[in-house]
């Protein structure tokens, strides 16, 4: 399997026209408004792209990991918002129940999601965002249901969710041991969704609050074992991984595309702005560092196609990636002179807010670089460990 072949720059062109015909037109508007394209779910449904991660069986369309990270990349170019909004369904929401659930929670939740009614995933807290050990969610059994306390925050499409993967402590074992997780479903009493982010980026993303107030879980609704919550949502986020550096990739180029035209007609003292060295250097450098981006990103998407290990290289991906896009951004602001600065006038200026978050969600770059150092010191180890045997 190489990235380069026709079938995936086949793919990328059709997500590519779909992105421009349907995304892209809403992008401005739903940033200003902070509002949730509602309208564009049917037909990112209709497409396909709500189901990404998910087998034909459970109603998803199947595509490669590579494939995901693909469309996650055009979606984005023109509109993080809709970026992220696919992103947490496919890789938080339903990724956890298609990899963990038994075969009946499968059926019952897949093909819903599929078609377009949102899952969410609900792992941080006021007190545990990187140190998600520190959960305070409460779940303890009661007549043969769990009972649910507790407040999520951050959670991407927590309003218009269907369903959410939420964890919870189920035991007073310290740090994670005695995390759990279940499907909890929003019709549910003491199931709510609570105040919207007033965010800096993202900002046609629904991010709100969830909160718990003794919601009553059915037993069946636990997803996977007592005290396997955090080994789950670990997996979960590798993946999600390499769709939020997908994510900032996308942002990355949409900002180069918007320097690239703006440099080629704009004429400064009769010559274009691309043909002056200090620009051209600029445009190089964001061309050079995005190509990097996208092997990371396509190799840890191939690498979980193969069934690899592939965690500190969706690490890998997502901290450069994100920091690329920033870069990106950034230099792209600069190069559209006074305009670039003015909200509105052109899209480098929602790009550089929207892709600042792609370095916090998800874990932010310095969590990266803990997972990263740690798997660099296990190899080391692993290694001196074999030498000497
Ligand atoms: C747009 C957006 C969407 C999101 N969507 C979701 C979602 O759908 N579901 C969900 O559960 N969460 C979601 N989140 C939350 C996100 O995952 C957390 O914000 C993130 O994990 C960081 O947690 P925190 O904000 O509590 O920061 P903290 O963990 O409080 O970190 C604060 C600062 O301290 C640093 N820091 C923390 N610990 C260490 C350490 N050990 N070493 C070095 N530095 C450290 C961090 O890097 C950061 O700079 C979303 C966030 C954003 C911005």
């Known amino acids: ?33 902070q509002r949730f394209p509602k309208e564009l779910i049917k037909p990112l449904a209709d497409e396909g792209y709500l189901g990404m991660v998910v087998s034909k069986k459970y109603g998803g369309s ?37 990899e963990f659930g038994s075969e009946e929670q499968k059926r019952k939740y897949l093909p819903r999601g599929c078609a377009g009614e949102l899952v969410a995933f609900g792992l941080t807290e006021p007190d545990a965002g990187s140190d998600a050990g520190g959960t ?46 279940f499907i909890l479903e929003k019709g549910w009493d003491g199931f709510v969704s609570g105040k919207k982010e007033n965010k800096l980026g993202l900002r046609g993303s629904d991010t709100a609050f969830l909160h718990f107030s003794d919601v009553k879980v059915p037993l069946e609704n636990q997803l996977g074992e007592t005290g396997g919550g955090f080994k789950q949502f670990m997996k979960t986020l590798d ?36 043909k002056r060295q200090g620009v051209a250097f600029q445009l190089a450098d964001m061309e050079t560092e995005l190509q990097a981006a996208r092997g990371l990103i396509y190799r840890a998407a191939m690498m979980k196609d193969e069934g690899l290990a592939y965690g500190p290289n969706s690490a890998h991906a997502k901290l450069f990636a994100s920091e690329v896009g920033t870069r990106c ?40 670089r803990i997972v990263i150092s740690r798997n660099l010191v296990r190899r080391y180890q692993e290694e001196l460990t074999e030498k000497s045997a």
């Open 239 to 274: 993946g999600g991984r390499i769709s939020i550096g997908a994510m900032a990739l996308g942002l990355g180029q949409g900002a180069l595309d918007c320097a690239l035209k703006y440099a080629v007609e704009q004429e400064a003292t009769g010559l274009s702005l691309s």
């Open 62 to 98: 199947g595509f490669e990991t590579l494939q995901y990270a693909i469309a996650v990349e055009e979606f984005s170019r023109v509109c993080g918002s809709t970026g992220i909004t696919i992103a947490a369904h496919n890789s938080l929401g339903l990724w956890p129940i298609y």
């Open 1 to 33: 399997m190489n990235f380069w072949d026709k079938k995936y720059e086949d793919f990328r062109q059709q997500v590519r026209a779909f992105a421009l015909e349907r995304v892209a037109p809403l992008a401005v508007s739903i940033d200003e408004e």
């Open 329 to 368: 951004a950034a230099k792209a602001i600069a190069i559209l002179e006074t305009g670039g600065t003015r909200v509105g006038e052109y899209a480098a200026e929602r790009i550089w807010r929207d892709v600042k978050l792609c370095e916090i969600g998800e874990g932010t770059s310095e969590i990266q």
């Open 136 to 181: 305070k969610t409460r779940a303890v059994i009661e007549d043969d249901n769990w009972i649910i306390n507790g407040s999520k925050c951050w959670i991407t499409s927590a309003t218009e969710c269907y369903a959410a993967v939420v964890t919870a402590k189920t035991s007073d074992e310290p740090g994670s041991r005695g995390i759990s997780s």
